[in-house]
C-alpha cells in the first residue's frame, strides 16, 4: 500500500502541484497500478505456441541486389540537382 508521504515525496520529485483534496485518489490509484505490476510480475512464465501461431523459422527475406535506375533518369524530373543528388531549400532559418 502506498501512503499519502510517498505520495507528497514523489510529487515533489517530480515536481508536481498535488492539491490535498487529490492526496487520497492519487494514492488509491497509485495503490492499485502497483498492485496490478505485481500481479503480472507474478504470473508464471509460461512457454507458449502464441509467440510462434504460424511456425515460421525464418519470417525475413534475404538481402538481394537488384539493378537500380539509372541516376540521370531519377534527376531527369528535379528541379535542381548537384553531383548526382537533390538539391534542397534549407527552411532552418
Known sequence: MVTKEEIMKIAILSK??????????????????????????????????????????NAFREDEVVPSLPREEILKNAKDSDDGCFMVKNIMK
Open 16 to 57: 508536481l502541484s498535488v492539491e490535498e483534496d487529490e492526496i487520497d485518489k492519487l494514492t488509491e490509484d497509485m495503490s492499485e497500478i502497483i498492485s496490478f505490476a505485481d500481479t503480472i510480475n507474478n504470473a508464471a512464465d509460461i512457454e507458449s505456441d502464441f509467440d510462434n501461431i504460424n511456425n515460421l523459422s
